[in-house]
């Protein structure tokens, strides 16, 4: 049984698929919820993994949003316990800045679902992200994008966004995309007024329609995806046990 630290931003991007896989399993969760508690600074002691979800604050936005500094503050902290990370979109942005690799915006927003490709042959042999075989449709939310650090393996890329995945010292994940949405969310999102915002600012001219008309498409086969990657994942941690949540501080 592991004890996992999950650091939440906002209450619309939650774990999601990965909530019941990690219940299922044994391991406890502790959120540490920065939207209720901005000036939280958790500890990491008696913790066994860090999850990290996305959110709408991009790097560097510290003066609006100080609890940035501690979360790659706690992610140094984890990598250096070799501890397993994953980042998941603003996450993995968090990863790669502490890593020293540039993230600034992407060439082109991605909103709604967009193709990535498995860099052959890393991402075959990579021990989580090796299901992705071909080129998949999976979910993205994001106007910033990271560069590859030095020292990680590139996983994955699409075209406007060649930083989709990679991979740190057999420890640590990023995902630029969302394999923990389900359609639950994803329409959460696209009621939102704040998301709705950001797709119509994007200028992509997707419609909230054609989004869910192709979440029916993709999403199920996108989720048995997401199952085999985040169940990998979870291979990495501690065996099963009895599952509790903590509670934010």
């Not at 994001?142 to 057999?170: N, R, V």
Request: proline share 8%.
């Amino acid at each position: 049984m592991a004890r996992i630290m999950v650091l939440k931003h906002v209450a619309a991007e939650p774990l999601g698929l990965l909530d019941p896989m990690i219940r299922a399993r044994g391991h406890r969760i502790r959120y540490v919820n920065f939207q209720r508690h901005p000036d939280a600074r958790p500890s990491l002691d008696r913790y066994q993994a860090l999850v990290v979800l996305g959110g709408p604050m991009n790097v560097g936005e510290n003066d609006r949003h100080p609890h940035l500094k501690v979360e790659c503050e706690l992610i140094e902290t984890a990598l250096a316990r070799g501890l397993p990370i994953l980042g998941i979109c603003l996450g993995a942005q968090l990863l790669a800045h502490v890593l020293g690799a540039r993230v600034a915006p992407a060439r082109r927003p991605e909103i709604g679902w967009y193709a990535v490709r498995p860099r052959l042959p890393a991402a075959q042999s990579d021990p989580v992200l090796h299901p992705l075989q071909d080129e998949h449709p999976v979910f993205q939310w994001h106007g910033y994008g990271f560069d590859i650090p030095a020292g990680a393996t590139h996983l994955a890329e699409s075209d406007d966004c060649p930083g989709q995945a990679m991979s740190y010292q057999d420890s640590a994940w990023g995902f630029q995309f969302h394999l923990e949405l389900d359609e639950g969310l994803i329409r959460r999102w696209l009621n939102s007024s704040s998301y709705l915002d950001d797709l119509r600012d994007s200028g992509l001219g997707h419609t909230p329609e054609k989004i869910l008309a192709d979440t029916q498409e993709f999403l199920p086969p996108t989720r048995r995806l997401a199952e085999r990657v985040f169940g990998n994942w979870l291979d990495r941690l501690a065996p099963h046990g009895n599952s509790r949540v903590l509670p934010s501080r």
